[in-house]
């Protein structure tokens, strides 16, 4: 299939899956989940910042009025966060069909995490690292599920 003809319409229906995106508040992580609940996914918006996620929940629901949004906040840079999200997680769903590991900082100012990681390696990589392991159960039980984990070429600038 030619790529440039490709569009969201010819994607097919995820009505009855769950996803989480993690980021899902900016950039690509903001399309990802626009497209999912544009396909009738239930999506759960992963995200530090509350407020920002809860912003781009609404509009997202202005441009998709039946969207099944929820936010979650998770600070991939803090291990106890990346646990408490995924055991909150798991208290409302049984099932897990999209884990969109999207989320990530680039260059910030170094600085050690409370776990004493640096913050990009905890933000980009032990962050999902740890998320995916922990819900990695509750994916391989999903029939059909997927993990897809995001990196950037941004680095080459």
Known sequence: ???????????????????IVTGANAGLGFETTLALAQKGA?????????????????????????????????DLSKLKSVRSFVKNFLEKHDALDLLINNAGVMIPPYQKTE?????????????????????????????ASRIVSLSSIAHKN
């Open 42 to 74: 239930k999506v759960i918006m992963a995200c530090r910042n509350k407020s920002k996620a809860e912003k781009a929940k609404a509009d997202i629901l202005q441009q998709v009025p039946d969207g099944d949004l929820e936010v979650m906040e998770i």
């Open 115 to 143: 776990d004493g990681f640096e913050l990009q390696m905890a933000a980009n990589y032990f962050g999902h690292f740890l998320l995916t392991g922990l819900l990695l159960n509750t994916i391989m039980r999903t029939p």
């Open 1 to 19: 299939m030619n790529q440039s003809t490709w569009n969201i319409s010819k994607a097919p229906s995820q009505k009855g899956k769950v996803a």
